[in-house]
């Protein structure tokens, strides 16, 4: 695959927060016209609770009806828990386990019901599930770029999370701007100082912001040293845990425009992208 930016396209995220649930069928038919597509990763769901996420119940379900053959790309799931770790490292089509740490006491306990304490355990746990079952292991640190519940933030903070992780094995990081506090000079000047203290660990950016503010960001994230970003076609979703539902993930459409831009190989078909765009302008149209 030739690419110098790599895109995660999260459905996962775009779909935990609507007020309705997209039947596995569906899903599994929208994950199958975005494997076309060439995505590096797709982001496809979660293995948590349904009844704490309805819209990601029955991922086994879903994960039958997707179709790997003639596709490079990785399958992703989220847990939050060692108990979806393994059942996420059961599946055959799963490629990445995806964990939801964060620097943010306040957040860890609205989204997976842990602390700072609780929560290296359970990343103990994950840790070794995924190395036993051969899995890759995405963590996501959360509240990368500030805090708006008033934890305690700082650079060095997210810097100690950052080594942490590193020193357990981790080789994949994305720093995830959860409420939109990240500015350019910012999402710069971290991707600057973190990038040359972990050379064997890839640094990727999720970033939840307003349509208006994504391509800046992204610039000061690719000008940094970034080199993978996630991104939802139309840029929908955003954590519906938060309070700051309004803000969405960056529209990969936008991901795309500034690689067009800046002559950026990203090794996708873009106009499939465009298409299903057009074809899915709304979440709406899958549920029946």
């Given at each position: 695959?030739?690419?110098e930016l790599?895109?995660?396209?999260?459905p996962?995220?775009?779909q935990?927060g609507?007020?309705?649930?997209?039947?596995?069928?569906q899903?599994a038919?929208?994950?199958?016209?975005?494997?076309?597509?060439?995505?590096?990763?797709?982001?496809?769901?979660?293995f948590?609770?349904p009844?704490?996420?309805?819209?990601?119940?029955?991922?086994d379900?879903?994960?039958?009806?997707i179709?790997k053959?003639n596709t490079?790309?990785?399958?992703?799931?989220?847990v939050?828990?060692?108990?979806?770790?393994?059942?996420?490292?059961?599946q055959d089509k799963?490629?990445?386990?995806?964990?939801p740490y964060?620097?943010?006491n306040?957040?860890?306990?609205?989204n997976?019901?842990?602390?700072?304490?609780?929560?290296?355990h359970?990343?103990n746990?994950?840790?070794?599930?995924?190395s036993?079952?051969?899995?890759?292991?995405?963590v996501?640190?959360?509240?990368?770029?500030?805090?708006?519940y008033?934890?305690?933030?700082?650079?060095?903070?997210?810097?100690?999370?950052a080594?942490?992780?590193?020193?357990?094995?981790?080789?994949?990081i994305?720093?995830?701007?959860?409420?939109?506090?990240?500015?350019?000079?910012?999402?710069?000047?971290?991707?600057?100082?973190?990038?040359?203290?972990?050379?064997?660990?890839?640094?990727?950016?999720?970033?939840?912001?307003?349509?208006?503010?994504?391509?800046?960001k992204?610039?000061?994230?690719?000008k940094?040293?970034?080199?993978?970003?996630?991104?939802v076609?139309?840029?929908?979703?955003?954590?519906?845990?938060t309070g700051y539902?309004?803000?969405?993930?960056?529209?990969?459409?936008?991901?795309?425009?500034?690689?067009?831009?800046?002559?950026?190989p990203t090794?996708?078909?873009?106009?499939r992208?465009?298409?299903?765009?057009?074809d899915?302008?709304?979440?709406?149209l899958?549920?029946?």
């Amino acid at each position: 695959m030739n690419y110098e930016l790599k895109i995660t396209e999260c459905p996962r995220d775009a779909q935990q927060g609507l007020p309705y649930s997209i039947p596995p069928q569906q899903r599994a038919a929208y994950i199958n016209r975005l494997l076309q597509a060439g995505f590096d990763v797709i982001d496809f769901g979660s293995f948590v609770s349904p009844k704490a996420v309805p819209q990601m119940a029955e991922p086994d379900k879903v994960l039958t009806l997707i179709d790997k053959e003639n596709t490079n790309t990785k399958l992703l799931a989220i847990v939050g828990n060692a108990r979806g770790a393994a059942e996420a490292a059961n599946q055959d089509k799963v490629d990445i386990i995806g964990f939801p740490y964060s620097i943010s006491n306040t957040f860890l306990q609205k989204n997976i019901h842990s602390d700072a304490s609780a929560v290296l355990h359970t990343l103990n746990e994950i840790t070794d599930i995924a190395s036993r079952s051969g899995k890759a292991l995405r963590v996501y640190i959360s509240m990368a770029f500030g805090n708006p519940y008033g934890d305690e933030w700082s650079e060095f903070i997210l810097q100690d999370a950052a080594y942490l992780l590193a020193n357990k094995g981790v080789q994949t990081i994305t720093l995830s701007d959860t409420t939109g506090l990240g500015s350019p000079e910012s999402i710069y000047k971290i991707f600057t100082t973190l990038l040359p203290r972990f050379p064997k660990v890839e640094l990727g950016l999720h970033l939840h912001t307003l349509p208006q503010e994504a391509y800046a960001k992204i610039d000061a994230a690719w000008k940094a040293g970034c080199r993978s970003f996630d991104g939802v076609i139309n840029g929908f979703g955003g954590c519906p845990l938060t309070g700051y539902e309004l803000l969405g993930n960056v529209n990969t459409l936008e991901l795309l425009r500034y690689c067009r831009e800046q002559n950026i190989p990203t090794g996708l078909d873009v106009k499939r992208v465009q298409q299903i765009a057009t074809d899915y302008p709304d979440f709406a149209l899958l549920r029946s």
